[in-house]
């Protein structure tokens, strides 16, 4: 079980590198762009956690990730699925009835990032029920 945390983290840190690369890369070609500079904000980076578990090792990740892209010159928010954001499980029922509140605040979230850092625990084998 270590080793498949392990191999996690690992898959974990190549997505949190590639990330960052490519908000550096974003931020060269913004330097290149003189006259465009003034035009362009720093890049908005949403972090996800796929744990509601307080002292979750993949909300660390996520949390140390968002460091790492705020050295590189980006806005950082942290966007917690439980709690704010809290999503129901899918049922028909409720789409019919429209879609909840929550649904609706987590896609506007959505909509005002530039990016995201996601890690989440692997969970019988597929994604975590958060996700």
Known sequence: EESENA???TET???MRSCLRAVSGRMARTA???SAVEALRDPKI???CGSARKDSFNRKLVLAA???CETKGATVEYIPLDGEHDLPIYSEEIEAAGFPESAMRLKAKMAEMDGWVVAGPEYNGSLTPLF
């Open 32 to 34: 290149r762009f003189s």
């Open 7 to 9: 191999v996690g983290t």
């Open 13 to 15: 840190l190549v997505m």
């Open 46 to 48: 949403g972090l996800i």
């Open 66 to 68: 968002g460091k790492m």
